[in-house]
């Protein structure tokens, strides 16, 4: 048995095309394997993409790795400390922010008063903006939080310290019993630069050149990959 853990944007979807013959592998590779979405979306953005799609996973990544979800029940999840969360909120100049909001658990809300956030988006109407934004955060909280740059570079995503897509793959290779020769892995951007390096990992070929020079090969398409394991 293998597992394969598949990033969601850029990687598992493409294009309408694309993500067709990758549903249609999965069905396939889950007959006798594990597929697990590893992605940094909150879970009401996955679902669209799940229900329009008709995606099948065994474990659902979310929020980069702070949240694991099996069956649609919460195994794992992984919270910014609250006082950290609170300091953080105080450091934004909310004029100057084109859109945010703040997930805990599956839930994504524009609420500041959100308890046990494991997730906080804020986006600029510019690249400098955030970016001065990006380097005052980790200024004053490099040692309790992750930050990721997603949508262009223009906007935030924080998580915890803790959070990363491997750490939440341990969790599940623990529950399974799987190897790290049994797991493989794919993406496209930094957040998955670890856990291609973890385990058995390839990229896409609109990879990022640090992914590219860490995966084992690129790959036109998920289904690709998924055919390759399993005829190898």
Request: glycine share 2%; aromatic share 12%; charged share 25%.
């Given at each position: 048995?293998?597992?394969?853990?598949?990033?969601?944007?850029?990687?598992?979807?493409?294009?309408?095309?694309?993500?067709?013959?990758?549903?249609?592998?999965?069905?396939k590779f889950r007959k006798n394997n594990l597929?697990?979405?590893?992605?940094?979306?909150?879970?009401?953005?996955?679902?669209?993409?799940?229900?329009e799609y008709g995606i099948e996973y065994d474990?659902?990544?979310l929020n980069h790795g702070a949240t694991i979800?099996?069956?649609?029940?919460?195994?794992?999840?992984?919270?910014?400390?609250?006082?950290?969360?609170?300091?953080?909120?105080?450091?934004?100049?909310?004029?100057?922010?084109?859109?945010?909001?703040?997930?805990?658990?599956?839930?994504?809300?524009?609420?500041?008063?959100?308890?046990?956030?494991?997730?906080?988006?804020?986006?600029?109407?510019?690249?400098?903006?955030?970016?001065?934004?990006?380097?005052?955060?980790?200024?004053?909280?490099?040692?309790?939080?992750?930050?990721?740059?997603?949508?262009?570079?223009?906007?935030?995503?924080?998580?915890?310290?803790?959070?990363?897509?491997?750490?939440?793959?341990?969790?599940?290779?623990?529950?399974?019993?799987?190897?790290?020769?049994?797991?493989?892995?794919?993406?496209?951007?930094?957040?998955?630069?670890?856990?291609?390096?973890?385990?058995?990992?390839?990229?896409?070929?609109?990879?990022?050149?640090?992914?590219?020079?860490?995966?084992?090969?690129?790959?036109?398409?998920?289904?690709?990959?998924?055919?390759?394991?399993?005829?190898?």
């Open positions: 048995m293998k597992m394969l853990v598949s990033d969601y944007d850029n990687t598992f979807y493409t294009n309408d095309n694309d993500i067709i013959n990758n549903v249609f592998g999965v069905s597929f697990i979405i590893a992605t940094g979306r909150s879970y009401p953005d996955f679902l669209t993409k799940k229900e474990y659902l990544i979800l099996k069956d649609g029940s919460i195994i794992y999840n992984e919270t910014i400390d609250n006082e950290v969360k609170n300091n953080i909120i105080s450091c934004l100049d909310f004029s100057i922010i084109v859109d945010y909001f703040f997930c805990s658990c599956t839930k994504k809300v524009k609420s500041i008063e959100l308890s046990d956030v494991t997730k906080i988006m804020i986006e600029f109407a510019s690249l400098e903006e955030a970016r001065n934004v990006y380097n005052k955060l980790m200024d004053n909280f490099s040692n309790d939080v992750m930050i990721f740059f997603i949508s262009s570079d223009r906007a935030l995503e924080i998580v915890s310290k803790n959070v990363n897509k491997v750490e939440a793959i341990k969790f599940i290779q623990k529950i399974e019993n799987f190897k790290n020769n049994d797991i493989y892995t794919i993406g496209d951007n930094y957040t998955d630069l670890e856990m291609i390096k973890k385990y058995n990992g390839y990229c896409m070929k609109n990879s990022v050149l640090d992914v590219k020079k860490a995966a084992i090969m690129e790959m036109e398409s998920v289904s690709n990959l998924i055919d390759l394991i399993i005829n190898s």
